[in-house]
């Protein structure tokens, strides 16, 4: 068929969004739906935090109707990796589509609303869909009815119906509850702090008070109109689109075919497109073809010979089809290795991206691109077969030969493929029992998938027994291992044939890991290659193992343990595959306690009152800086960033001749205004210029801003500038803080922010009766990742002002930056932030640079310029937490009391000063939370040639605290002490706290101490050791730990403006100098607004709260505005919102007075109105400034808070979070529920940054972590699963705003327990190893983050080996475990 002659069946794109139809006649296939929805509709909800399927952020309901049998199915889907053309005939729903302001919330807004699940709101859209998807479909079941207000959804599906989804802020507990709060089996009693209920409460109430459910009256996912119009087939016209459906194989053929007679067109083969996810399309294609219309590749078969599944079929169609049973009554090995592979394949990126992305599509990324793929892995282990076809050609080979072929052409179609039938073998002899097993494994920063693996395998084997001795012996076995810096999956042939035909005894197993081990080799380059070698031997161990153990234990039931039940009766295996998932799955997260105490004294100040605009997030309302619409004639940017640490910077050029599509503009330093200044950012210690100028200093510095008529030009013409660099004659770069030191390249420190020595070191040194000299340890960095790219929007104004909506924690900066840049008085800038999605300190002084380029852009241009970074640019630039290097001295006692400490820490501070000068305060501020007897420190602030490091979330502190825990682990283990004894003998008196801090207040106060032991009675601190200990005993291969740290944290208030003004109904506006960042500041503000304006006791019982409106910065209108940093924002914020209010009221009294004389009862409006009649003057303004001798003070609790277990697998290196203890001092919390969100969001970003998070970078500096695919931020399955927080009140405190204290920071701090947990368990399994013979272990280092590698690597890379070893020479029994 020709092209012309399949075009002329087509028409336009016709589809549903929210309900409303959309029908475009002509298409970029490129064009995804997500950019289709955010720029071409008013529905933002769909928010863009990776375009890689990473996050979660864009997901929508995707919604197809099959006519035939009139059934709707619902798809949750990525919509950045959806294409828009191919969504024709589909129904989309965004979370506008469930409700909102206007018409009414719907229940999954208000209870995501309600269990406080919301901070930043950037991700609340996504997670809202994903319940909603996995509501929606929950539905369908033939499950029993569910009690009213709840559905047929399971506990573990709720929780698991977010694992795809990324959230920075809240620590994924409250996000959890509130789906939960829908699920039939949930028991409400279980669910955490909301604003529903309280704990104890009738359940019957519990239930009345939750925002309704009811599935009858949901809204319909698929519109019936669309369903009239889908009746009648109807195709994309092609040629307005170049995007090709084909209904046919043959079709498909002579489609290719024609195309590639044309001129060698660029085609594109499309199934579900999320491969693009991984390799972006950088290049345009000419023509898309979309497989999915092709019959002959969606089909699913399953027959006696086995299953076969068409390539388009998506991974979680292919799960479902393994899963279901065949007709046969008895459950057949075969069966069984399906459910194995289908198990393993939900272990595959996430439920949204599982429901487009297909099985070809997999298989084909792994075949010509080297994809570390699972399926290839799984498949090849169960010995599949695929069917391709080639020009008219069709072949059937083996997956491994399709595997090892060259990479095929781009015209070679995979339609489908096939895993053959396991029979089970016919036992023929009366001797022997045999049997098929199957396994796979995988080793993965996330359990639940949506991270790839550092390695994967899957194992078949025939074994067979002895019924007389026992013995067991394989047949034959296939091992396949895949993903671990391979080309392709593949078979351990020399394992196999070593194998096959042997008996398996302990010298059976030692050889064959010995094989494995030097057959499993990743290619050169490969990271952590010794880790992943050492994975396949630990999961062949695993899965033999057993059967070596099993000869002693010789049942009728032979096997019935074996790994996760491979082979048990059929009985038994039937029963466990009929049972639902839920019920053979536990849950993520099990019961939170949560323990605080609502202050009456300022109400509402003190309750927890939900946050505001929660639900408008949820719904999606909620406007952030790129959600904004653009103006007229608007331009996008993107940067352009050097990839060289220090250079020469010859030219920046387009690639091609001609300017590439859509570009305007490319901008540099050279258009920086004549009265400009070159100049990016800058803080009290110095600037940091906008661009390079004729040199680039450091890998990832901006050199130029691409700008052009869409981002997405923008962003794809960055990628086709190519600089030329020059390095002649220059220095090499100072990439280290050695380099640093040995060229004397220091930031210096001003002499008022370098922190104070505390006693003599000499002396205490000499008082020491054990001294450890010169420890060193090194701590990495690590990424903000705020779900919101950095992002502005800037325009030209009238008379060369400029405004600039920006995404800032510092907007006051941005302008005083802009105006500075751009050679402008002040006045002629204004800029403007509503909230921000996420900050974490990268949004302070790291947004600005942003903020100046597209202001330098659109003033030079004079157009309105925008720019939302990718996550890659994104990444490169952001800087990020400090790196540094320690080395220590400290001398101690025999009891374990330390005399004195000795440190000298190199700080790699980048290029530019940015906050690093005051890294020295913040880190001994929190170093000093021990009495070390005497301290002493030489803190040098390193100029390198990185990217300039920046605060993030408790900048320094966090380090500190680390660094003052390593020093006390250090001391117990050189005295052989219980740690734990040892950090209670080094706690502060209040006398000693006195002589460390200046800011040390009342002994009242310090209630770090009286924590301590509580925490140690509330989380059984005592009998869990002991728990932990007889675990320990009775597990080789688990071992756990437990740990309890303290913190002290230094913060200081600083001034703030304030300005209140109330209108003529009543209303009230509040503007303050704080940023939403998701804290909660608004909230608070609210609060005390409400409670400060309610002193003037009006009469009628006016809900204050609700008539109180905090609007955004504005820097024109609301000067002096400073930082939202440092904890302290929100209670400053506040006391400048009170003094405003003080005034007000003290404006409105004597009204007041007069009017109740006059009146008898004055409501609220009539004394408004009365007060704008006799004009009195109803806006106030202050300037918060604290007193100079309360303005620092300490912060506990982070400090005694934790306790932790926690459980290390020694044949991976995973470790599980079990639970951990928080109790933590507010002083009297302004909003308990805020406070215990800022809590547990910090306590698991610490966790990202101790246990999962690997910022690296290369060998220039240019940070190459810098996706989702290769940095890895905590997800539901990766928090502890149980977490309990109590929130001390520690009553009055006379110096703070209404008594309370801050809690932004100072508890992330507190996950150095899990840290120090794991280290307990990593210390047992060395132990352990010890007591093998294993004197020559690598030296114990702390190193952070411990992901698994690292972990693996402390435990041993060898532990199996030499386990066997010693199993092998020992004389004991045989048995393995
Ligand atoms: C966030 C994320 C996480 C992931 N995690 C994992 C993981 O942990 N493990 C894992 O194994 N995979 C993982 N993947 C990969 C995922 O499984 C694949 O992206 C998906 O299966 C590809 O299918 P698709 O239909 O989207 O293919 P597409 O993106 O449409 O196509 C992929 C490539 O194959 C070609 N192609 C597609 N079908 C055919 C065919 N029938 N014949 C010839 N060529 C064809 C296309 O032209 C394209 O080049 C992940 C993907 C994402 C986005
Ligand atoms: S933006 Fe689509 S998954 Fe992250
Ligand atoms: S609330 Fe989830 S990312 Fe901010």
């Not at 001795?469 to 076995?477: D, H, V």
């Not at 009140?1289 to 809690?1303: D, F, Q, Y």
Request: aromatic share 8%; charged share 20%.
């Amino acid at each position: 068929m020709e092209e012309e002659q399949i075009e002329r069946e087509t028409k336009s794109l016709v589809f549903a969004v929210n309900g409303q139809r959309f029908e475009l006649s002509s298409v970029d296939p490129s064009m995804t739906l997500l950019e289709f929805l955010r720029t071409r509709t008013p529905f933002k909800s769909v928010k863009l935090g990776c375009g890689e399927g990473g996050c979660g952020a864009c997901i929508v309901l995707l919604s197809k109707y099959d006519p035939v049998i009139d059934h709707v199915e619902d798809l949750t889907v990525s919509s950045c990796l959806t294409l828009l053309c191919s969504v024709n005939g589909c129904a989309i729903t965004t979370t506008e589509g469930l409700g909102n302001s206007k018409d009414g919330f719907h229940s999954i807004h208000q209870r995501f609303a309600g269990f406080h699940s919301s901070q930043c709101g950037f991700c609340t859209p996504g997670m809202c869909i994903s319940l909603f998807g996995a509501l929606v479909n929950a539905e369908k079941t033939d499950r029993p009815k569910p009690s009213p207000g709840f559905s047929k959804l399971t506990v573990v599906e709720a929780e698991k119906a977010i694992a795809g989804n990324l959230c920075r802020c809240t620590g994924y507990r409250s996000i959890a509850d509130a789906c939960k709060s829908f699920a039939a089996d949930v028991d409400l009693e279980d669910l955490g702090l909301n604003c529903f209920w309280k704990k104890g409460e009738n359940p019957d109430v519990k239930v009345s008070r939750l925002p309704s459910y009811d599935h009858n009256n949901e809204i319909c996912t698929f519109p019936e109109f669309l369903k009239c119009e889908v009746k009648s087939p109807f195709l994309l016209d092609s040629q307005k689109s170049s995007w090709y459906n084909p209904d046919s194989v043959k079709e498909l053929q002579s489609l290719l075919k024609a195309i590639k007679g044309n001129n060698g067109a660029r085609i594109k083969l499309v199934a579900g497109n999320t491969g693009m996810g991984y390799y972006k399309d950088l290049q345009q294609y000419d023509k898309y073809i979309n497989l999915c219309h092709v019959p002959e590749l969606s089909i699913i078969g399953k027959d006696r010979t086995g299953i076969e599944i068409g390539a388009t079929v998506t991974i979680s169609k292919a799960i479902k089809a393994l899963k279901t049973e065949a007709n046969g009554e008895i459950l057949s090995e075969s069966e069984m290795v399906f459910k194995k592979i289908a198990v393993q394949m939900e272990k595959i990126a996430s439920q949204f991206v599982r429901n487009t992305g297909s099985v070809g599509g997999n298989l084909m990324m792994a075949q010509r691109k080297c994809f570390p793929s699972d399926i290839a892995t799984i498949l090849l282990a169960a010995g599949s077969f695929v069917n391709i076809i080639t020009d008219t050609m069709h072949e059937k080979l083996s997956l491994e030969d399709f595997l090892e072929r060259p990479p095929l052409d781009s015209e070679i179609i995979l339609t489908s493929v096939k895993i053959p039938k396991w029979e089970p073998i016919k036992n023929e002899s009366s001797e022997k029992d045999c049997k098929i097993l199957f396994e796979t494994y995988r080793a993965a920063p996330r359990p639940l998938g949506n991270a790839l693996p550092y390695l994967n395998a899957a194992f078949l084997a025939e074994v067979c027994r002895w019924k007389s001795s026992g013995e067991i012996a394989l047949n034959k076995c296939m091992l396949a291992f895949g993903a671990y810096g391979t080309k392709h999956s593949i078979r351990a042939r020399k394992v196999e044939e070593f194998l096959t035909g042997k008996k398996l005894t302990l010298d059976v197993l030692y050889e064959s890991i010995k094989l494995v081990g030097a057959s499993v080799v990743p290619e050169d380059g490969t990271t952590s290659s010794a880790y992943r070698s050492s994975l396949a031997v630990g999961f062949l161990f695993d899965f033999l193992g057993p059967l070596i153990d099993n000869v002693a234990k010789i049942s009728n039931h032979w096997l019935d343990n074996h790994g996760s039940a491979t082979i048990s009766t059929v009985d038994e295996v039937k029963q466990n595959y009929e049972q639902p998932d839920h019920a053979k799955v536990p849950t993520l997260l099990s019961l939170s306690k949560h323990v605080f105490e609502v202050t009456k004294e300022y109400q509402p100040v003190g309750e927890p009152v939900k946050k505001s605009g929660a639900a408008l997030q949820a719904s999606g309302e909620a406007i952030f800086v790129d959600d904004i619409p653009s103006p007229m004639n608007c331009l996008y940017g993107a940067f352009i960033y050097s990839t060289k640490p220090f250079a020469k910077v010859k030219s920046i050029k387009f690639k091609s001749k001609s300017l590439p599509y859509g570009v305007s503009a490319l901008i540099s330093f050279k258009d920086i205004p004549k009265d400009g200044e070159n100049i990016g950012s800058k803080s009290i210690f110095g600037p940091e210029p906008l661009f390079a100028d004729e040199m680039t200093r450091y890998a990832g510095e901006r050199i130029a801003l691409v700008v052009a008529d869409t981002q997405k030009h923008a962003d794809v013409a960055s990628n086709l500038v190519a600089v030329h660099y020059d390095m002649e004659n220059l220095e090499p770069p100072i990439l280290t803080v050695e380099e640093a030191v040995k060229r004397s390249s220091f930031f210096e420190v001003p002499p008022f922010f370098y922190p104070k020595q505390v006693g003599d070191v000499s002396k205490g040194m000499a008082e020491a009766d054990h001294k450890i000299l010169s420890a060193k340890m090194k701590l990495g960095s690590q990424y903000y990742f705020y779900m919101e790219n950095q992002s502005a929007l800037a325009l030209p104004d009238e008379d060369n002002c400029l405004v600039v909506y920006s995404s800032s924690q510092c907007p006051e900066f941005s302008h005083s930056t802009i105006a500075r840049c751009l050679g402008l008085p002040q006045h002629n800038v204004r800029v403007i932030t509503r909230r921000v999605g996420g900050g974490f300190g990268g949004k302070a002084l790291k947004s600005i640079p942003v903020a100046t380029a597209c202001a330098l852009a659109a003033h030079t241009l004079q157009r309105p310029v925008r720019m939302y970074l990718n996550r890659k640019t994104d990444m490169i630039m952001a800087g990020g937490r400090h790196p540094m290097e320690i080395t220590y001295s400290v001398g101690f006692k025999y009891s374990g009391k330390i005399t004195a400490l000795q440190l000298d820490i190199l700080i790699n501070a980048g290029i530019s000063p940015d906050i690093s000068p005051a890294m020295p305060h913040n880190m001994v501020g929190a170093l000093k939370k021990y009495d070390w007897g005497a301290l002493s420190f030489d803190i040098k602030v390193c100029k390198t040639n990185h990217s300039s490091k920046s605060a993030m979330r408790g900048p320094g502190e966090t380090q500190a605290s680390l660094i003052a825990e390593a020093v006390i682990e250090h001391v117990a283990s050189t005295l052989s002490m219980d740690v734990d004894s040892v950090r209670s003998i080094n706690l502060h008196t209040h006398d000693s706290l006195k002589m460390f801090y200046v800011s040390s207040g009342e002994a009242l106060e310090y209630s770090l101490t009286s924590m301590w032991d509580k925490i140690a009675m509330s989380s059984s601190l005592n009998h869990r050791t002991e728990v932990v200990k007889e675990f320990n005993r009775n597990n080789v291969w688990q071992k756990r730990g437990i740990s309890r740290v303290p913190v002290v944290h230094e913060v200081i208030v600083r001034p703030t403006p304030g300005k209140v003004g109330i209108l003529s109904d009543g209303s009230v506006i509040v503007e303050v100098g704080g940023i939403e960042l998701g804290q909660g500041l608004w909230t608070k503000v609210k609060q005390m607004a409400a409670f400060a304006l309610s002193a003037i006791k009006c009469d009628g019982g006016v809900e204050l709260l609700d008539k109180i409106r905090v609007i955004q910065s504005d820097t024109l209108s609301l000067i002096q505005g400073g930082f939202t940093s440092g904890s302290t924002t929100s209670e400053s914020s506040c006391e400048a919102v009170r003094l405003s209010c003080k005034t007000l009221v003290e404006r409105l009294t004597p009204l007041k007075e007069r009017l109740q004389v006059q009146m008898g009862s004055v409501t609220w409006e009539m004394l408004i109105s009365q007060a704008y009649l006799e004009a009195l003057n109803l806006s106030a303004s202050s300037f918060f400034v604290p007193d100079l001798n309360s303005m620092q003070y300490l912060n506990y609790g982070a400090a005694v808070t934790v306790e932790k277990q926690v459980e290390v697998n020694l044949l991976t290196g995973e470790t599980t979070f079990l639970r951990s203890d928080i109790i933590y001092d507010c002083g009297k919390s302004l909003n308990p529920a805020v406070d215990l969100g800022q809590i547990e969001g910090a306590f698991v970003q610490g966790i990202g940054f101790l246990m999962l998070e690997d910022y690296t970078t290369n060998s220039d500096g240019l940070v190459v972590a810098d996706s989702t695919w290769s940095y890895k931020i905590p997800t539901i399955d990766t928090i502890p699963k149980q977490i309990n927080v109590e929130i001390h009140n520690s009553g009055h405190h006379k110096n703070r705003v209404l008594s309370s204290k801050a809690c932004g920071e100072p508890p992330l701090l507190l996950a150095a327990s899990v840290y120090f947990a794991a280290q307990a368990a990593i210390k047992e399994a060395r132990e352990q190893m010890f007591s093998w013979g294993c004197r020559d272990q690598p030296a114990f280092n702390f190193q952070v983050p411990a992901i698994m590698p690292i972990v693996k690597e402390l435990c041993g890379l060898d532990c199996v080996e030499r386990y066997l070893k010693w199993k092998i020479g020992s004389e004991t029994s045989p048995e393995l475990y």
